[in-house]
């Protein structure tokens, strides 16, 4: 796996062929810094322009892929909103235009019951990402064990349309169906994205079926952070600060 200093080396050479490429990126811990909460994840200032500057120099072939849902990472980005997957590719605005999937009213039912549970595990937090929920425990890692037994309990509940996926200090129910992998077959069925080569920047176990897309395909796969568990990307970027660093020189 490349490290950072061949990864930027590499990844500066993408506007020599900008009608070549399609940027595909992660958010939470990939573009922005991990926070402890969900709701404390903090946008820099510059960012959101850096993005929409790097997307016109890419044709509109830029595309943000990610587990929160559209709607919130419009808000993050706001004033503009570029091609988004959300709830991992339950959610697709692009330019073919909107794939939505619907919580059911026993989903509903379910995330009322996760969420009043939840209550006797002081620090664990419950996010409703409408048709997916995610239980977060960085502020609470000694309910690891218990809230994971409990998630797999109402994935059974849920049924073989919701599945349980397992994520940095969270445990989500999400669409079976969907994946960041299958978000990025959606989006190469329509211009701006057709006959690109992906390049596919992300932070977590979630984002190694967008990898090997791109893998397949290719092109670029960079994991985000620390070296740790095993990952199928081709390339590693340390830090979110040197994505933003590298979106920043794109853009400029």
Request: glycine share 8%; with cysteine; hydrophobic share 45%.
């Amino acid at each position: 796996m490349q490290d950072d200093a061949a990864t930027q080396e590499m990844l500066s050479m993408v506007l020599e062929e900008p009608d070549r490429w399609a940027m595909f990126l992660d958010i939470d811990g990939t573009l922005l810094n991990l926070a402890p909460t969900p709701d404390a994840i903090e946008v820099p200032e510059a960012l959101p322009g850096q993005l929409h500057r790097l997307s016109n120099k890419l044709g509109g072939a830029l595309a943000l892929v990610t587990g929160r849902s559209l709607a919130y990472a419009d808000a993050l980005f706001k004033p503009f909103a570029f091609p988004t997957a959300g709830l991992h590719g339950a959610e697709i605005r692009s330019a073919a235009g909107m794939h939505t999937l619907e919580a059911t009213p026993e989903f509903q039912a379910l995330k009322h019951a996760l969420t009043t549970e939840a209550e006797h595990y002081p620090g664990v937090l419950i996010e409703d990402k409408g048709a997916a929920v995610a239980a977060h425990y960085r502020l609470a890692p000694e309910y690891e064990k218990v809230l994971e037994e409990r998630m797999r309990h109402y994935a059974e509940l849920a049924g073989p349309n919701w599945a349980l996926q397992l994520g940095k200090m969270v445990f989500e129910l999400r669409p079976a169906r969907s994946s960041k992998g299958d978000a990025l077959e959606r989006f190469f069925q329509s211009d701006p994205f057709k006959n690109r080569c992906p390049i596919t920047i992300g932070d977590d176990l979630t984002d190694e079926s967008m990898f090997a897309i791109a893998n397949a395909r290719g092109g670029v796969s960079v994991r985000v952070g620390a070296i740790g568990a095993p990952s199928c990307a081709t390339s590693r970027l340390s830090s979110a600060a040197l994505v933003r660093n590298v979106i920043a020189a794109l853009a400029a």
